[in-house]
């Protein structure tokens, strides 16, 4: 295999976990990468540094990477990484920049990948029906998922080297205005309680707030909902569109478990549905199943789950 190249993933000005998950592909490939992190402060790279299973890192420094410019990110990018396969997080901005890097080097690129099996890299194809294999006849540049791979572990120290770049941003992000949210987001979280268009509006959704704070979990929705009611985030989307989730339980409140739902969440450790239809396709994935409407149940889960946490 050729040279792999990392991209760090970078939020609120540090190192993203998902890094660590980027490093595992790359290994699976078959090399030890180069870590690139975009930055504008190079001492963020040590933490990068730390992880096991890379070769180095290049700690790519200029204000370009305040905010991001697809145009000025993918040249800075292009001009310090060696040839090779590059590998980013399959978020919708690092999506954006593996496709215009691959443009750049006239190399393919494979979006969403979720499997490395053998070299081969495995995504899902045609709303997540099926799933293509793809074999690598060379350089590529290759997007992954977040909580599928293994995070490889803390504890090297690689070298470090810091490069200054410059570029013309074309685009100028003035303003961010990130929705006020104080809750965890559910790519993170160990616990999630999702509600589908079942829970009949927006309002309803205060029931799943009130078990999450007692259970400390976070919020997910099926797109039905956050497309139906604009209060939902798009943040809090599960699914082939939305985010990919590893929880130990995930908890479907009124969601039918469609095809492009069960992508984002099928692989959770367990999965407890609740869906007043007794043939919703969810519960062929559920670990345990209530048949009953949500107004019935989450009451009495609420209520148990307050006496067990007190
Ligand atoms: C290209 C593409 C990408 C997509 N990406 C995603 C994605 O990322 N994530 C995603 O979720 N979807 C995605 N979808 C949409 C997906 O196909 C489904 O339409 C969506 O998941 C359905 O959401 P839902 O289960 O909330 O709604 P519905 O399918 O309408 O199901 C609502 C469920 O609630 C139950 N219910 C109703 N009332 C109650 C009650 N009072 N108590 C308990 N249960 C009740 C019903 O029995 C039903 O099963 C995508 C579709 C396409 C075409």
Request: aromatic letters at 4%; a negative charge.
């Amino acid at each position: 295999m050729s040279q792999t190249i990392v991209i760090a993933e970078i939020a609120k000005g540090a190192i993203h976990p998902t890094t660590a998950e980027l490093v595992t592909a790359a290994n699976a490939l078959g090399s030890a990468p180069i870590v690139i992190v975009p930055c504008t402060d190079s001492t963020i790279a040590d933490t990068a540094a730390s992880i096991q299973g890379i070769s180095k890192v290049i700690a790519l420094k200029s204000d370009i990477f305040a905010t991001y410019d697809a145009s000025s990110w993918a040249t800075a990018i292009d001009t310090i990484a060696p040839s090779g396969t590059i590998i980013a997080s399959a978020n919708p901005q690092s999506k954006d920049l593996a496709a215009r890097l691959a443009a750049r080097r006239n190399i393919p690129v494979v979006q969403d990948v979720v499997a490395i099996e053998g070299g081969n890299l495995v995504s899902p194809i045609y709303s997540g029906k099926a799933m293509q294999t793809v074999s690598l006849g060379g350089d590529a540049v290759v997007s992954v998922r977040a909580n599928i791979f293994t995070a490889s572990a803390q504890g090297a120290s690689a070298d470090v080297s810091v490069v200054d770049a410059t570029g013309d941003v074309a685009t100028a992000v003035e303003e961010f205005l990130a929705r006020a949210s104080t809750r965890l987001d559910v790519a993170e979280a160990n616990i999630i309680i999702s509600g589908g268009r079942g829970m009949g509006s927006p309002d309803n959704f205060s029931h799943l707030e009130k078990i999450a704070d007692t259970i400390g979990a976070a919020v997910g929705a099926s797109r039905a909902a956050v497309d139906t009611w604009e209060p939902i985030s798009h943040s809090m989307q599960v699914g082939q569109t939305g985010k990919t989730v590893n929880p130990n339980l995930y908890i479907a409140v009124g969601i039918s478990g469609a095809i492009q739902h069960l992508a984002g969440m099928r692989s959770s450790k367990y999965i407890v549905a609740i869906n007043k239809d007794a043939d919703a396709p969810i519960f062929q994935h559920a670990d345990y199943g209530i048949v009953a409407t949500w107004e019935e149940t989450l009451p009495v889960l609420q209520a148990s789950l307050s006496a067990m946490m007190n």
